[in-house]
Structure formats: structure tokens, C-alpha cells
């Protein structure tokens, strides 16, 4: 009984990222970040927290969900940060399978007993603005839907600033990344009270 209980704390104490390239710091030192860098500001506001990144470049909502089962096993988070979507609209693959793909992953997420935060993206409106405004709104109709924790734009701030990006236009520089660890953690920190 002793060791169920202590497993189940460890667990709730885990944090899975699970995005893609824009939390993967392609093109950076992983260290630069901005899920290392959360693993400092943890560490350092004294919330006892590991933080597992499984997030992969290239990765597509299909495929997430395809990797998330075993992930979940591997880690039983007690938090899923929920960071995908922006390869299947810079694709151009239907959002509605974007959308199911997004909702199925926070179902298993919530089943596996992890507290979900779904993290919005945008894409630039050369896409298409209908497409574009179409993925935008995406998140935040999903998680009013399934009464999700939302952070509603992972890239504020950073994304239209060159100075913050790399040449790619659309992955933040190590200058950009602390900022936008400043776009998750208002939302992730209500979280981790009730988890610490």
C-alpha cells in the first residue's frame, strides 16, 4: 500500500510535454529551450516537478496520437502540456482531423489521470486567412468544449518580432524561448498548486 502511494505522487509530480518542434528547441541547444528552461524556473520557485519532453519535429496531431498511449504508460504524467497541430495546418490537412486527433489526445490524457493544458498556435495568414483563422480559433473552441486549460497562443509576443525568431520565420531564437516560457507559465502555475 505504502509503495502504490508513493508511486501515485511521483507520477502527479511528472509534467509531459508532448509538441513538436516548437517544443523540441529545434535549432537550439536543448538546453536553450523553453522546456528546459521551465525545469529551471521550477526547480528555482521550489515545485518539485520532473518534466519529461516528448515532444518530436515533424510531429502531426495523427501522429500524436498514434505515440501518446505509450507515453502516458512510460511516464503516467500528473500534467500533459498539449503542443501540436501547426505541421498539419502548415500541411494543409483538414483541421478536422486536427481537431479530432487534439480531442482524443486530452481524452487520454484526462483517462490516464493527467490534468491536460492545451497550447494554441497559429499560423502565418499567407496559409490562407480563412484556413488560418479557422486553426486559431480551433483551440480555444475545443477547449471551451471539453473544458480544457488553454494557453492561447504559445508564440504571443514572439512570432511576429524577426529579432526573436530564427531565419525560419517560425521558430522562436534563444532569445525568443524565455518569453515564451512567459506565454505557458500563467496558465501552467494554477496547475502545479494542486499538484505541489
Not at 486549460?149 to 524577426?162: C, I, S
Request: proline letters at 7%.
Amino acid at each position: 500500500m505504502f509503495i502504490a502511494l508513493q508511486s501515485a505522487v511521483a507520477s502527479d509530480h511528472t509534467i509531459l510535454v508532448y509538441g513538436d518542434s516548437l517544443s523540441a528547441a529545434h535549432g537550439l541547444r536543448p538546453e536553450q529551450g523553453w522546456v528546459a528552461l521551465l525545469r529551471g524556473r521550477l526547480r528555482v520557485q521550489g515545485y518539485e516537478y520532473q518534466v519529461v519532453n516528448a515532444s518530436v519535429s515533424g510531429e502531426t496531431t495523427t501522429g500524436g496520437v498514434a505515440r501518446l498511449p505509450r507515453e502516458l504508460r512510460l511516464t503516467h504524467p500528473g500534467i500533459l502540456i498539449l503542443e501540436l497541430g501547426a505541421n498539419d495546418a502548415l500541411r494543409g490537412l483538414p483541421l478536422d482531423l486536427a481537431r479530432q486527433s487534439l480531442a482524443e489526445m486530452i481524452r487520454l490524457g484526462e483517462s490516464a489521470g493527467a490534468r491536460v493544458l492545451l497550447v494554441g498556435l497559429r499560423i502565418p495568414p499567407n496559409y490562407g486567412p480563412r484556413y488560418a483563422t479557422q486553426f486559431q480559433d480551433l483551440y480555444p473552441s475545443l477547449a471551451r468544449q471539453l473544458h480544457t486549460a488553454l494557453v492561447p497562443f504559445l508564440l504571443n509576443g514572439v512570432a511576429l518580432d524577426p529579432s526573436l525568431m530564427q531565419q525560419d520565420g517560425l521558430h522562436p531564437n534563444a532569445r525568443g524561448e524565455p518569453l515564451v516560457l512567459s506565454n505557458v507559465w500563467p496558465y501552467l502555475e494554477p496547475m502545479l498548486r494542486k499538484g505541489r
